[in-house]
Protein backbone atom coordinates (compact mmCIF):
# COMPACT_ATOMS: atom_id res chain seq x y z
CA UNK A 1 0.00 0.00 0.00
CA UNK A 2 2.81 2.55 1.26
CA UNK A 3 4.54 1.79 -2.39
CA UNK A 4 1.32 2.55 -4.12
CA UNK A 5 1.16 5.63 -2.48
CA UNK A 6 4.43 6.30 -2.82
CA UNK A 7 4.31 5.75 -6.72
CA UNK A 8 1.20 8.02 -7.04
CA UNK A 9 3.22 10.67 -5.55
CA UNK A 10 6.14 10.06 -7.64
CA UNK A 11 3.69 10.37 -10.81
CA UNK A 12 2.20 13.43 -9.21
CA UNK A 13 5.68 15.11 -9.05
CA UNK A 14 6.12 14.25 -12.37
CA UNK A 15 3.13 15.44 -14.02
CA UNK A 16 3.28 18.42 -11.82
CA UNK A 17 6.88 19.38 -12.87
CA UNK A 18 5.98 18.65 -16.72
CA UNK A 19 2.42 20.95 -16.77
CA UNK A 20 4.67 23.99 -14.77
CA UNK A 21 7.40 23.87 -17.41
CA UNK A 22 4.95 23.79 -19.93
CA UNK A 23 3.09 26.63 -18.51
CA UNK A 24 5.93 28.58 -17.79
CA UNK A 25 7.42 27.91 -21.72
CA UNK A 26 3.86 29.04 -22.50
CA UNK A 27 4.34 32.17 -20.50
CA UNK A 28 7.88 33.34 -21.71
CA UNK A 29 6.85 33.04 -25.45
CA UNK A 30 3.36 34.72 -24.66
CA UNK A 31 5.62 37.71 -22.34
CA UNK A 32 7.70 38.25 -25.67
CA UNK A 33 4.51 38.41 -27.64
CA UNK A 34 3.17 41.11 -25.22
CA UNK A 35 0.44 39.10 -24.16
CA UNK A 36 0.53 39.64 -20.59
CA UNK A 37 0.97 43.40 -20.13
CA UNK A 38 -0.67 46.32 -20.71
CA UNK A 39 0.02 47.74 -24.09
CA UNK A 40 -1.54 50.57 -26.87
CA UNK A 41 -1.90 50.61 -30.06
CA UNK A 42 -0.21 52.52 -32.89
CA UNK A 43 0.15 52.48 -36.74
CA UNK A 44 2.06 53.42 -40.05
CA UNK A 45 0.90 53.71 -43.37
CA UNK A 46 4.21 52.47 -45.79
CA UNK A 47 3.84 52.04 -49.67
CA UNK A 48 6.27 49.12 -48.99
CA UNK A 49 6.90 47.28 -46.08
CA UNK A 50 9.92 45.02 -48.01
CA UNK A 51 8.74 41.63 -46.02
CA UNK A 52 7.72 43.10 -42.36
CA UNK A 53 5.42 39.79 -41.05
CA UNK A 54 2.97 39.94 -38.27
CA UNK A 55 4.77 38.82 -35.11
CA UNK A 56 8.27 41.10 -35.96
CA UNK A 57 9.77 43.03 -33.09
CA UNK A 58 8.90 47.26 -32.64
CA UNK A 59 12.32 48.75 -31.11
CA UNK A 60 12.61 52.48 -29.60
CA UNK A 61 16.08 53.52 -29.16
CA UNK A 62 17.44 49.92 -29.73
CA UNK A 63 15.00 48.29 -27.38
CA UNK A 64 12.14 45.94 -27.79
CA UNK A 65 8.87 48.01 -27.06
CA UNK A 66 6.22 45.96 -28.88
CA UNK A 67 5.32 44.04 -32.04
CA UNK A 68 4.06 43.85 -35.35
CA UNK A 69 0.03 43.21 -34.39
CA UNK A 70 -1.36 43.60 -37.94
CA UNK A 71 -0.51 44.15 -41.22
CA UNK A 72 -3.59 45.29 -44.20
CA UNK A 73 -3.14 46.44 -47.57
CA UNK A 74 -5.11 49.87 -47.37
CA UNK A 75 -4.76 50.58 -51.03
CA UNK A 76 -2.72 49.55 -54.13
CA UNK A 77 0.23 51.55 -52.87
CA UNK A 78 -0.49 51.98 -49.37
CA UNK A 79 -0.23 49.25 -46.17
CA UNK A 80 -1.13 50.24 -42.65
CA UNK A 81 1.02 48.01 -40.04
CA UNK A 82 -0.21 48.19 -36.45
CA UNK A 83 1.87 48.08 -34.20
CA UNK A 84 0.96 46.86 -30.21
CA UNK A 85 3.43 48.86 -28.34
CA UNK A 86 4.21 48.05 -24.14
CA UNK A 87 2.65 50.58 -21.75
CA UNK A 88 5.52 51.28 -20.28
CA UNK A 89 7.15 53.39 -23.51
CA UNK A 90 4.23 55.95 -23.69
CA UNK A 91 6.12 58.34 -21.49
CA UNK A 92 9.22 58.63 -23.89
CA UNK A 93 6.84 57.94 -27.29
CA UNK A 94 5.60 61.36 -28.45
CA UNK A 95 3.52 62.28 -31.02
CA UNK A 96 6.01 63.40 -33.49
CA UNK A 97 8.17 60.01 -33.84
CA UNK A 98 8.77 57.95 -37.01
CA UNK A 99 8.62 54.63 -37.79
CA UNK A 100 11.14 53.05 -40.07
CA UNK A 101 11.52 49.55 -41.29
CA UNK A 102 14.99 47.78 -41.01
CA UNK A 103 16.39 44.79 -40.67
CA UNK A 104 17.87 42.84 -37.47
CA UNK A 105 21.35 42.25 -38.44
CA UNK A 106 22.51 41.08 -41.78
CA UNK A 107 20.88 38.24 -42.30
CA UNK A 108 17.96 38.85 -39.40
CA UNK A 109 14.70 39.32 -39.05
CA UNK A 110 12.54 42.84 -40.54
CA UNK A 111 12.13 45.22 -37.25
CA UNK A 112 10.22 48.80 -37.18
CA UNK A 113 12.48 51.38 -35.60
CA UNK A 114 10.85 53.97 -33.95
CA UNK A 115 13.09 57.21 -34.01
CA UNK A 116 12.16 59.99 -31.58
CA UNK A 117 11.62 63.63 -33.00
CA UNK A 118 12.14 66.85 -31.41
CA UNK A 119 11.19 67.33 -27.72
CA UNK A 120 8.32 69.19 -26.45
CA UNK A 121 5.41 67.12 -28.22
CA UNK A 122 2.66 65.39 -26.45
CA UNK A 123 2.92 61.64 -25.62
CA UNK A 124 1.35 59.54 -28.02
CA UNK A 125 -2.19 58.06 -27.92
CA UNK A 126 -4.13 54.90 -28.67
CA UNK A 127 -4.29 54.36 -31.87
CA UNK A 128 -2.18 57.34 -33.30
CA UNK A 129 -1.42 57.17 -36.67
CA UNK A 130 2.59 57.95 -36.97
CA UNK A 131 4.91 59.43 -39.31
CA UNK A 132 7.23 56.98 -41.42
CA UNK A 133 10.27 57.08 -43.21
CA UNK A 134 10.15 54.86 -46.42
CA UNK A 135 12.92 51.88 -46.21
CA UNK A 136 15.55 52.04 -49.11
CA UNK A 137 14.22 49.58 -51.37
CA UNK A 138 16.71 47.31 -52.93
CA UNK A 139 14.91 46.98 -56.46
CA UNK A 140 15.49 50.65 -56.65
CA UNK A 141 19.27 50.42 -55.60
CA UNK A 142 20.02 47.88 -58.02
CA UNK A 143 17.94 49.48 -60.89
CA UNK A 144 19.68 52.43 -60.50
CA UNK A 145 23.24 50.56 -60.19
CA UNK A 146 21.90 49.22 -63.69
CA UNK A 147 21.49 52.44 -64.99
CA UNK A 148 24.75 54.09 -64.07
CA UNK A 149 26.41 50.68 -65.21
CA UNK A 150 24.98 50.81 -68.73
CA UNK A 151 26.10 54.74 -68.64
CA UNK A 152 29.50 53.43 -67.55
CA UNK A 153 29.65 50.94 -70.37
CA UNK A 154 28.77 53.27 -73.15
CA UNK A 155 31.78 55.85 -71.62
CA UNK A 156 34.32 53.35 -71.78
CA UNK A 157 33.21 52.13 -75.44
CA UNK A 158 33.40 55.88 -76.68
CA UNK A 159 36.72 56.37 -74.55
CA UNK A 160 38.13 53.20 -76.19
CA UNK A 161 37.02 54.51 -79.55
CA UNK A 162 38.72 57.92 -78.90
CA UNK A 163 42.23 56.10 -77.04
CA UNK A 164 42.31 53.94 -80.94
CA UNK A 165 41.86 56.86 -82.82
CA UNK A 166 44.59 58.75 -80.57
CA UNK A 167 47.03 55.87 -81.08
CA UNK A 168 46.39 55.49 -84.83
CA UNK A 169 46.97 59.19 -84.86
CA UNK A 170 44.18 60.57 -85.96
CA UNK A 171 42.94 63.82 -84.93
CA UNK A 172 45.16 66.72 -83.23
CA UNK A 173 46.05 64.84 -80.20
CA UNK A 174 46.67 61.73 -81.97
CA UNK A 175 48.91 63.39 -84.75
CA UNK A 176 50.81 65.38 -81.59
CA UNK A 177 51.05 62.39 -79.82
CA UNK A 178 52.00 59.89 -82.24
CA UNK A 179 53.00 61.81 -85.21
CA UNK A 180 57.06 62.29 -85.95
CA UNK A 181 56.22 65.10 -88.15
CA UNK A 182 53.99 66.84 -86.40
CA UNK A 183 56.95 66.53 -83.45
CA UNK A 184 59.97 67.84 -85.66
CA UNK A 185 57.42 70.78 -87.04
CA UNK A 186 57.02 71.85 -83.92
CA UNK A 187 60.72 71.62 -82.91
CA UNK A 188 61.26 73.79 -85.57
CA UNK A 189 58.38 76.49 -85.04
CA UNK A 190 59.98 76.69 -81.89
CA UNK A 191 63.41 77.19 -83.07
CA UNK A 192 61.41 80.27 -85.37
CA UNK A 193 60.18 82.02 -82.32
CA UNK A 194 63.42 81.92 -80.87
CA UNK A 195 65.24 83.56 -83.86
CA UNK A 196 62.19 85.87 -84.64
CA UNK A 197 62.50 87.12 -81.04
CA UNK A 198 65.74 87.37 -80.89
CA UNK A 199 65.44 89.83 -84.33
CA UNK A 200 62.61 91.80 -82.53
CA UNK A 201 64.62 92.51 -79.52
CA UNK A 202 67.75 94.06 -81.95
CA UNK A 203 64.87 96.04 -83.75
CA UNK A 204 63.70 97.58 -80.56
CA UNK A 205 67.06 98.59 -79.56
CA UNK A 206 68.05 100.00 -82.18
CA UNK A 207 64.14 102.13 -82.53
CA UNK A 208 65.26 103.29 -78.44
CA UNK A 209 68.52 105.31 -80.28
CA UNK A 210 66.30 106.91 -83.34
CA UNK A 211 65.74 110.70 -82.84
CA UNK A 212 61.84 110.17 -83.36
CA UNK A 213 61.55 107.91 -79.69
CA UNK A 214 64.46 109.53 -77.90
CA UNK A 215 62.75 112.23 -76.46
CA UNK A 216 59.56 109.90 -75.14
CA UNK A 217 61.33 107.63 -73.88
CA UNK A 218 63.34 110.30 -71.91
CA UNK A 219 60.59 111.92 -70.53
CA UNK A 220 59.02 108.43 -69.48
CA UNK A 221 62.28 107.45 -67.62
CA UNK A 222 61.76 111.12 -65.63
CA UNK A 223 58.65 110.02 -64.30
CA UNK A 224 59.27 106.95 -63.52
CA UNK A 225 62.10 108.40 -61.46
CA UNK A 226 59.91 110.78 -59.56
CA UNK A 227 57.50 108.45 -58.75
CA UNK A 228 60.30 106.28 -56.66
CA UNK A 229 61.17 109.33 -55.28
CA UNK A 230 57.43 109.99 -54.19
CA UNK A 231 57.37 106.55 -52.48
CA UNK B 1 -2.59 -12.45 -41.30
CA UNK B 2 -2.59 -10.53 -44.50
CA UNK B 3 -2.11 -6.52 -44.94
CA UNK B 4 -5.67 -5.46 -45.66
CA UNK B 5 -6.79 -8.37 -42.42
CA UNK B 6 -5.03 -6.35 -40.43
CA UNK B 7 -5.88 -3.07 -41.17
CA UNK B 8 -9.45 -4.12 -40.90
CA UNK B 9 -8.45 -5.78 -37.22
CA UNK B 10 -6.61 -2.70 -36.18
CA UNK B 11 -9.72 -0.28 -37.68
CA UNK B 12 -12.00 -2.11 -35.09
CA UNK B 13 -9.61 -2.36 -32.49
CA UNK B 14 -9.27 1.19 -32.68
CA UNK B 15 -13.21 1.89 -32.86
CA UNK B 16 -13.67 -0.36 -29.47
CA UNK B 17 -10.93 1.40 -28.04
CA UNK B 18 -13.46 4.97 -28.14
CA UNK B 19 -16.58 2.81 -27.68
CA UNK B 20 -15.04 1.66 -24.26
CA UNK B 21 -12.80 5.09 -23.46
CA UNK B 22 -16.10 6.56 -22.51
CA UNK B 23 -18.59 3.91 -20.85
CA UNK B 24 -18.37 3.03 -17.58
CA UNK B 25 -16.68 1.57 -15.20
CA UNK B 26 -13.88 3.48 -15.55
CA UNK B 27 -10.72 1.53 -14.37
CA UNK B 28 -8.83 4.86 -12.68
CA UNK B 29 -5.81 3.01 -10.58
CA UNK B 30 -4.89 1.08 -13.27
CA UNK B 31 -4.58 4.39 -15.66
CA UNK B 32 -2.51 5.47 -12.92
CA UNK B 33 -0.63 2.46 -12.37
CA UNK B 34 0.12 2.26 -15.81
CA UNK B 35 1.21 6.30 -16.14
CA UNK B 36 3.30 5.25 -13.47
CA UNK B 37 5.40 2.86 -15.42
CA UNK B 38 5.19 4.20 -19.36
CA UNK B 39 5.81 7.59 -18.04
CA UNK B 40 7.76 7.77 -14.94
CA UNK B 41 9.58 5.08 -15.18
CA UNK B 42 10.63 6.55 -18.96
CA UNK B 43 11.69 10.02 -17.88
CA UNK B 44 15.29 8.16 -17.03
CA UNK B 45 15.67 7.11 -20.55
CA UNK B 46 14.10 10.60 -22.10
CA UNK B 47 16.45 12.84 -19.74
CA UNK B 48 19.59 11.25 -20.74
CA UNK B 49 18.58 10.87 -24.43
CA UNK B 50 17.59 14.65 -23.89
CA UNK B 51 20.47 15.87 -22.47
CA UNK B 52 22.86 14.41 -25.34
CA UNK B 53 20.60 15.42 -27.98
CA UNK B 54 20.83 18.68 -26.69
CA UNK B 55 24.64 18.75 -26.05
CA UNK B 56 25.17 16.76 -29.96
CA UNK B 57 23.14 19.42 -31.89
CA UNK B 58 24.84 22.32 -30.24
CA UNK B 59 28.93 20.58 -30.42
CA UNK B 60 27.78 19.89 -34.35
CA UNK B 61 26.28 22.88 -35.54
CA UNK B 62 28.39 25.54 -34.00
CA UNK B 63 31.20 24.90 -37.12
CA UNK B 64 29.05 25.55 -39.63
CA UNK B 65 27.33 28.34 -37.95
CA UNK B 66 31.44 29.63 -37.22
CA UNK B 67 31.86 29.79 -40.88
CA UNK B 68 29.19 32.46 -40.97
CA UNK B 69 30.24 34.44 -37.96
CA UNK B 70 27.18 33.18 -36.73
CA UNK B 71 27.83 31.40 -33.43
CA UNK B 72 25.33 33.82 -31.27
CA UNK B 73 22.85 32.15 -33.28
CA UNK B 74 23.26 28.68 -31.79
CA UNK B 75 20.52 29.15 -28.95
CA UNK B 76 17.58 29.89 -31.59
CA UNK B 77 18.66 27.47 -34.13
CA UNK B 78 18.97 24.74 -31.42
CA UNK B 79 15.63 25.35 -29.58
CA UNK B 80 14.09 25.78 -33.36
CA UNK B 81 15.41 22.52 -33.98
CA UNK B 82 14.23 20.62 -30.91
CA UNK B 83 11.22 21.68 -29.85
CA UNK B 84 9.62 21.67 -33.40
CA UNK B 85 11.13 18.79 -34.65
CA UNK B 86 14.01 16.66 -33.02
CA UNK B 87 12.73 16.14 -29.64
CA UNK B 88 9.12 14.97 -30.11
CA UNK B 89 10.50 12.59 -32.64
CA UNK B 90 13.49 11.26 -30.95
CA UNK B 91 11.52 11.20 -27.33
CA UNK B 92 8.73 9.31 -29.69
CA UNK B 93 10.97 7.30 -30.97
CA UNK B 94 12.61 6.36 -27.57
CA UNK B 95 9.56 5.72 -26.39
CA UNK B 96 8.19 3.58 -28.79
CA UNK B 97 11.38 1.48 -28.37
CA UNK B 98 11.08 1.28 -24.33
CA UNK B 99 7.43 1.19 -23.73
CA UNK B 100 6.16 -0.42 -27.43
CA UNK B 101 8.22 -3.37 -26.29
CA UNK B 102 7.03 -3.70 -23.30
CA UNK B 103 3.33 -3.56 -23.76
CA UNK B 104 3.35 -5.87 -26.93
CA UNK B 105 5.07 -8.41 -25.22
CA UNK B 106 3.49 -8.25 -21.93
CA UNK B 107 0.00 -8.26 -23.55
CA UNK B 108 1.44 -11.35 -25.94
CA UNK B 109 2.13 -13.32 -22.77
CA UNK B 110 -0.97 -12.62 -21.21
CA UNK B 111 -2.56 -13.65 -24.39
CA UNK B 112 -0.49 -17.01 -24.67
CA UNK B 113 -0.90 -17.80 -20.99
CA UNK B 114 -4.83 -17.30 -21.48
CA UNK B 115 -5.10 -14.69 -18.71
CA UNK B 116 -6.84 -12.28 -20.91
CA UNK B 117 -9.41 -15.50 -21.70
CA UNK B 118 -9.52 -15.47 -17.87
CA UNK B 119 -10.31 -12.37 -16.99
CA UNK B 120 -13.26 -12.90 -19.83
CA UNK B 121 -14.09 -15.73 -17.65
CA UNK B 122 -14.33 -13.80 -14.72
CA UNK B 123 -16.75 -11.03 -16.24
CA UNK B 124 -14.10 -8.51 -16.27
CA UNK B 125 -13.53 -6.57 -19.46
CA UNK B 126 -10.07 -7.08 -20.24
CA UNK B 127 -9.98 -4.85 -23.24
CA UNK B 128 -11.09 -2.13 -20.86
CA UNK B 129 -8.11 -3.19 -18.02
CA UNK B 130 -5.57 -3.91 -20.38
CA UNK B 131 -5.90 -1.72 -23.39
CA UNK B 132 -7.74 1.56 -22.98
CA UNK B 133 -5.73 2.22 -19.48
CA UNK B 134 -2.45 1.24 -21.96
CA UNK B 135 -3.15 3.43 -24.40
CA UNK B 136 -4.95 6.40 -22.76
CA UNK B 137 -1.64 6.69 -20.65
CA UNK B 138 0.78 6.05 -23.18
CA UNK B 139 -1.52 9.27 -25.09
CA UNK B 140 -0.90 10.94 -21.95
CA UNK B 141 2.14 10.32 -20.72
CA UNK B 142 4.54 10.88 -24.03
CA UNK B 143 3.67 14.74 -24.11
CA UNK B 144 4.80 15.63 -20.61
CA UNK B 145 7.81 13.55 -21.36
CA UNK B 146 8.44 15.71 -24.54
CA UNK B 147 7.78 19.06 -22.68
CA UNK B 148 11.17 17.49 -19.63
CA UNK B 149 12.83 16.02 -22.47
CA UNK B 150 12.79 19.38 -24.69
CA UNK B 151 13.89 21.38 -21.20
CA UNK B 152 16.72 19.02 -20.36
CA UNK B 153 18.05 19.48 -24.44
CA UNK B 154 17.94 23.13 -23.95
CA UNK B 155 20.00 22.52 -20.98
CA UNK B 156 22.08 20.48 -22.60
CA UNK B 157 22.65 23.38 -25.56
CA UNK B 158 23.16 25.73 -22.88
CA UNK B 159 26.13 23.52 -21.06
CA UNK B 160 27.39 22.80 -25.22
CA UNK B 161 26.79 26.63 -25.77
CA UNK B 162 29.78 26.89 -23.22
CA UNK B 163 31.81 24.55 -23.83
CA UNK B 164 33.57 26.87 -25.86
CA UNK B 165 31.92 30.06 -25.81
CA UNK B 166 30.35 32.11 -22.67
CA UNK B 167 27.06 32.45 -23.20
CA UNK B 168 25.24 33.53 -19.66
CA UNK B 169 22.29 31.41 -18.62
CA UNK B 170 19.27 34.19 -18.57
CA UNK B 171 21.02 35.39 -22.19
CA UNK B 172 20.79 31.81 -23.06
CA UNK B 173 16.98 31.33 -22.41
CA UNK B 174 16.15 35.40 -23.51
CA UNK B 175 17.68 34.03 -27.23
CA UNK B 176 15.84 30.59 -26.88
CA UNK B 177 12.45 31.85 -26.24
CA UNK B 178 13.12 34.83 -28.79
CA UNK B 179 13.17 32.48 -31.26
CA UNK B 180 10.44 30.23 -30.86
CA UNK B 181 6.53 31.20 -31.10
CA UNK B 182 3.31 29.43 -31.13
CA UNK B 183 3.47 28.11 -33.76
CA UNK B 184 6.57 26.35 -32.86
CA UNK B 185 5.42 24.61 -29.44
CA UNK B 186 1.61 24.11 -29.91
CA UNK B 187 1.94 22.51 -33.58
CA UNK B 188 4.87 20.23 -31.95
CA UNK B 189 3.01 19.55 -28.51
CA UNK B 190 -0.23 18.59 -30.10
CA UNK B 191 1.33 16.06 -32.54
CA UNK B 192 2.86 14.38 -29.25
CA UNK B 193 -0.21 13.20 -28.38
CA UNK B 194 -0.84 11.45 -31.94
CA UNK B 195 2.14 9.56 -31.16
CA UNK B 196 1.87 8.48 -28.18
CA UNK B 197 -1.86 7.06 -29.17
CA UNK B 198 -0.13 5.13 -32.33
CA UNK B 199 2.38 3.97 -30.36
CA UNK B 200 -0.12 2.53 -27.39
CA UNK B 201 -2.50 0.98 -29.73
CA UNK B 202 0.16 -0.82 -32.24
CA UNK B 203 1.46 -2.00 -29.27
CA UNK B 204 -1.84 -3.45 -27.24
CA UNK B 205 -3.35 -4.39 -30.66
CA UNK B 206 0.03 -6.17 -31.47
CA UNK B 207 -0.17 -8.15 -28.25
CA UNK B 208 -3.53 -8.72 -27.92
CA UNK B 209 -4.04 -10.49 -31.02
CA UNK B 210 -0.46 -12.38 -30.54
CA UNK B 211 -0.61 -15.74 -32.01
CA UNK B 212 1.90 -19.00 -32.44
CA UNK B 213 2.11 -19.14 -28.82
CA UNK B 214 5.49 -18.03 -26.89
CA UNK B 215 7.47 -17.27 -30.52
CA UNK B 216 4.44 -14.86 -31.19
CA UNK B 217 5.39 -13.02 -27.90
CA UNK B 218 8.80 -11.96 -29.40
CA UNK B 219 6.92 -11.33 -32.79
CA UNK B 220 4.45 -9.25 -31.45
CA UNK B 221 7.20 -7.00 -29.01
CA UNK B 222 9.02 -6.17 -32.01
CA UNK B 223 6.34 -5.88 -34.58
CA UNK B 224 5.34 -3.32 -31.76
CA UNK B 225 8.95 -1.35 -31.89
CA UNK B 226 8.70 -1.63 -35.17
CA UNK B 227 5.13 -0.08 -36.57
CA UNK B 228 5.17 2.09 -33.67
CA UNK B 229 8.11 3.65 -34.94
CA UNK B 230 7.33 3.83 -38.56
CA UNK B 231 3.49 5.69 -37.66
CA UNK B 232 5.50 8.28 -35.34
CA UNK B 233 7.39 8.77 -38.61
CA UNK B 234 3.97 8.74 -40.96
CA UNK B 235 2.08 11.06 -38.39
CA UNK B 236 4.99 13.79 -38.14
CA UNK B 237 5.14 13.76 -41.84
CA UNK B 238 1.12 14.31 -41.90
CA UNK B 239 1.88 16.78 -38.99
CA UNK B 240 4.35 19.10 -40.73
CA UNK B 241 2.11 18.78 -43.86
CA UNK B 242 -0.72 20.32 -41.63
CA UNK B 243 1.18 22.58 -40.10
CA UNK B 244 2.93 24.34 -43.03
CA UNK B 245 -0.98 24.65 -44.36
CA UNK B 246 -1.60 26.33 -41.75
CA UNK B 247 1.30 28.90 -40.91
Given at each position: MEKKTGNKTRLGIFVTVSVVLFIAGIYFIGQRQQMFSNTYQISGIF????GLQIGNNVRFAGI??????NIEQVTDSTVRVDMEIDEHTRKFMKKNVKAIIGSDGLMGNKIISIIPGPPGKQEISNNDIIETIQPVNIDEIMANVKTTSNNLASITGDLSAVMKSIHEGKGTIGKLLMDSTMAQNVGQAMVNIKQGAGGFKQNMDAAGHSFLLKGFLKKKEKKDEKKEEKK | MGFFEEVTLLTKFTFRFFRELFKPRYEFNEFVRQSYLIGYKSFPLVAITGLILGLVMTIQSRPTLAEFGAVSWLPAMVSVSIVRELGPTIFALIFAGKVGSGIGAELASMKVTEQIDAMEVSGMNPYKYIVVTRVLATTLMLPLLVILGDAISLYGAYIAVNLKGSVSFHLFFLQVFKSLDFSDVFPAFIKTFFFGFAIGLISCFKGYNS?????GVGVAANTSVVLGSLSVFIIDMIAVQITSMLY
Open positions: KDIGNVGIVE | TNGTE
